[in-house]
Every structure is written in structure tokens, then in C-alpha cells.
């Protein structure tokens, strides 16, 4: 049986996992990653539809939900993107830039997991796979793990453990457990960047109109404003305006649609289309995919005569444009959703160093924290600029 000690031992070979393991393995020290799947990065493989948006060019706190806001800042601040874009160039990954400063590989995901499997070799970093750790106690100065791979000792555990998201792909909430188990507090944890689930008797109406996707600003009560497409789906929405919008809902609250972000004065257009005795259905289908301006106005009730219309009707029209509120079921749910949301409390982790202010040599990195990003490389960036400060002070 293995009684090996290490300096560190880091659990969760994903994105923070890996990362931290080869900052930690450069500094000299004696690293071992472990990991339950038998693959290391395997969120990482599947994600940005197999391309990976790993960073994004402009990343502030702003893009993070967390409990405290200041949280993430220092992290942040010490490992930029451009960091991370250096160690893609150094490896010879081609990569785009998208949307929104947004960067993919081109040639896909399993090109950075080759990068890190590379970097772990050059760290001296040991990667235990298919490892199950079934017990973790803290002794005088050292940590004690009980796994399949036998007993293990260090100096001080890393839990890179990840999210609920996609348990498929062996996500679980070892970390949220171990931090109750040492006492830490834990914030609830909900499925985010999730479709949402329209209630059952609309569903036939949203059904029909599967696949089609337009440009909206979508909203919620507590959250910002997120202009780009809606997909429609089987069940009722998705797309990255309604993945954003996604994070702040909460089920009873509305999810307010603006359908034509490009329209600026809803109420002096409509008058001059009305002036110009413009058909409704020719004007939408500028904008809108046809089969959704025929479906939208039979639901509404909005003929295309908007010569006849009062100024009644018109208000009507452009408030149901623009503020068209729909009160989704719930969440598509953790098989869906891209990351979760809540986790370790923030308020007892360094924001400097990501160790425990309670619990010495224990330290939280990536989405096992109370840290979510947008959509858009946020949460990558996250993993490898929270994994980088840990690495540095371990
Ligand atoms: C479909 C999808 C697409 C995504 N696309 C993007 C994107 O394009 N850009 C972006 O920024 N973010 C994206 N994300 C989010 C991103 O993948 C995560 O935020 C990121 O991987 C979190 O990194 P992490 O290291 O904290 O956790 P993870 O990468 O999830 O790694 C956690 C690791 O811990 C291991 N583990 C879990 N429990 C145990 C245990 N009990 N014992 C041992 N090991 C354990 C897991 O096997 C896993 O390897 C996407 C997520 C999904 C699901």
C-alpha cells in the first residue's frame, strides 16, 4: 500500500487542479494530484463546444458573482489573461478571438489538456487517476488521506474539486462536504449558465418553435442586462442572453426579454411605421426569424394593420417588444447547466492565498468556491488565476 508524503496534495486533476499542481511543482515542490475520473480535465475537453473558451481578453470583477464582490480582485489582478494566452503560445495552440474578447483553440480543447498532461511532466507533479478518497483528517502538522491508492500524507491539501455541474462527468460535492467536515461555511448551491424550463402548458408553443434563435437584451429583478441570441428549445429557452440571465433568476421572478435591442425609442419607431402604414410582420422579420414573428403575433393578438392601431395599442406593442416578462418552472438542472453556483464561503478563504482563515494548510481554488463567472472564459480564468495564487503561497 502506498504511505507516500508529499508537501502538497491537490485533489481534482481539472482546470484549477491541474494548474495549481504545475505552479506548485515549479516552486520545488513535492506535488501529488489526484483525481477520481479517469482522465484529468475532462470540463475542459467538453467545453465551448469542444473549442474551449479558456480566457476572455477583458476580464474585471464585474463578470463574477460571489458573495463578496471584493473576493476575487486580488487573484485577478496577479494572473491576467495575458498570462494565460503566453503559456497557449508557448505550447503552439492556435486560438481565436470571438465575440466579446472571447478566446477559443481552434483546433480544439483536448489541445490544453495536452498542454497541462506536458506541464505536469515538467513540474515532476504525480497524477494519480481513478483515485477515491475516502477520508481526510487533520493531524499535529500534517494532513492524513485515506484513498484506494492507500494512505497518503502532506503538508497541505488543495481541494480543486469543481462544481455540480454535468455529473456526468464526475462532478460531486466532495469539497462542500469537506469543508462542513472542518467546520467552514458552505453556500447553497444552485445550477447556473443553465437553459430555463417553461411551465408545462406553453410548452407546445415554445416546442414549435425550436431552434430558431434571435438577438435580445435579457433581464432578471436583481441582475444586469445580457444583450445577445436566444435559442428557443424544446422546453424554452437557452442561448448565451438566457445562460447569462440564467445566474441571477430565482424560481417565481420573471425573466424580462427586450426583442429588438436594436430598435433605440420603441415608441417614435412604432409612430413612424404606423405614419408609413408599414406592415407589423414585414418590419419584424428584419429581425426576427419568420415562423417566431407569425407564432408572436397570434399569440399577442397583434395584427400587421399599425395604421389602425390606437395609441393604446401601440403602447401595448411596444411594452410587449420590450419588457415581455416570462415566468419560467425552473432550471434545465445541474445535467445542463455549466457551472454551479455557491460553494465555499469566500468570507473565511484569504483572497490573497486561498487558505482557509480557519483551518491552516487547507486551501479552495476554482468553482468549489462561492465564485461564478459569466459566460464568456470567465470561469476559466477564475480557475487558473485562483490556482496560481494558491500555488504561490503553498
Ligand atoms: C458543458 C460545459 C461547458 C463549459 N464551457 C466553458 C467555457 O467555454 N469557458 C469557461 O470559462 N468555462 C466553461 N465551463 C465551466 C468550466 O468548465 C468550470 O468552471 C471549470 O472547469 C472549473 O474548474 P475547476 O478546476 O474548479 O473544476 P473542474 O474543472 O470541474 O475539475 C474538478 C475535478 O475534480 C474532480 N473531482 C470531483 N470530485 C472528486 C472527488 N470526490 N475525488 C477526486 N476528484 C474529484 C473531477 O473529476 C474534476 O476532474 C463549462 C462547463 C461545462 C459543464
Not at 502538497?8 to 511543482?25: D, F, L, S, Y
Not at 426583442?259 to 402604414?277: D, R, V
Not at 459569466?374 to 503561497?393: K, R, T, V, Y
Amino acid at each position: 500500500m502506498n504511505q507516500k508524503q508529499y508537501d502538497v496534495i491537490v485533489i481534482g486533476a481539472g482546470a484549477a487542479g491541474m494548474m495549481c499542481a504545475i505552479e506548485a511543482g515549479y516552486r520545488g515542490l513535492n506535488v501529488l494530484l489526484l483525481d477520481h475520473a479517469p482522465k484529468p480535465g475532462a470540463k475542459i475537453r467538453i467545453s465551448g463546444g469542444g473549442k474551449c473558451n479558456f480566457t476572455n481578453r477583458n476580464v474585471e470583477p464585474k463578470h463574477f458573482i460571489c458573495s463578496n464582490p471584493h473576493f476575487v480582485k486580488s487573484a485577478l489582478a496577479r494572473y491576467q489573461p495575458d498570462a494565460f494566452i503566453e503559456r497557449v503560445e508557448r505550447h503552439a495552440i492556435a486560438y481565436e478571438e470571438r465575440d466579446k474578447g472571447q478566446l477559443f483553440t481552434l483546433d480544439g480543447a483536448g489541445q490544453l489538456v495536452a498542454m497541462f498532461r506536458t506541464e505536469l511532466d515538467w513540474a515532476g507533479v504525480e497524477l494519480q487517476l481513478n483515485c477515491f478518497v475516502s477520508n481526510v483528517q487533520k493531524g499535529s502538522d500534517q494532513w492524513q488521506l485515506i484513498t484506494s491508492n492507500g494512505s497518503l500524507q502532506s503538508q497541505k491539501l488543495v481541494v480543486a474539486t469543481g462544481g455540480l455541474s454535468y455529473p456526468k462527468l464526475r462532478a460531486s460535492d466532495f469539497g462542500m462536504q469537506l469543508a462542513q467536515q472542518f467546520g467552514l461555511a458552505v453556500m447553497p448551491s444552485r445550477p447556473g449558465l443553465v437553459p430555463l424550463v417553461m411551465p408545462a402548458r406553453q410548452q407546445a408553443w415554445w416546442s414549435e418553435l425550436s431552434g430558431l434563435s434571435l438577438r435580445v437584451i435579457a433581464s432578471t429583478a436583481r441582475g444586469p442586462e445580457f444583450d445577445g441570441a436566444m435559442l428557443i428549445t424544446h422546453q424554452g429557452l437557452s442561448g448565451p442572453s438566457i445562460l447569462q440571465a440564467s445566474n441571477y433568476w430565482f424560481a417565481g421572478e420573471a425573466i424580462r426579454l427586450n426583442l429588438l435591442p436594436q430598435i433605440k425609442g420603441i415608441a417614435g419607431w412604432l409612430q413612424e411605421l404606423k405614419q408609413q402604414a408599414q406592415p407589423l410582420s414585414t418590419v419584424l422579420k428584419q429581425y426576427w426569424p419568420k415562423r417566431f414573428v407569425q407564432a408572436w403575433q397570434d399569440k399577442f393578438g397583434f395584427d400587421d394593420d399599425l395604421a389602425n392601431y390606437s395609441q393604446i395599442r401601440l403602447d401595448a406593442l411596444a411594452e410587449q417588444l420590450t419588457a415581455w416578462s416570462l415566468y419560467p418552472e425552473d432550471t434545465a438542472g445541474y445535467a445542463k447547466a455549466e457551472v454551479s453556483l455557491g460553494g465555499v464561503a469566500t468570507d473565511e478563504v484569504s483572497s490573497k492565498t486561498m487558505e482557509s482563515l480557519k483551518v491552516p494548510g487547507l486551501y479552495f481554488i476554482g468553482e468549489v468556491l462561492d465564485v461564478t463567472g459569466h459566460l464568456g472564459g470567465f470561469n476559466f480564468q477564475w480557475a487558473w488565476a485562483s490556482a496560481h495564487a494558491c500555488a504561490q503561497s503553498l
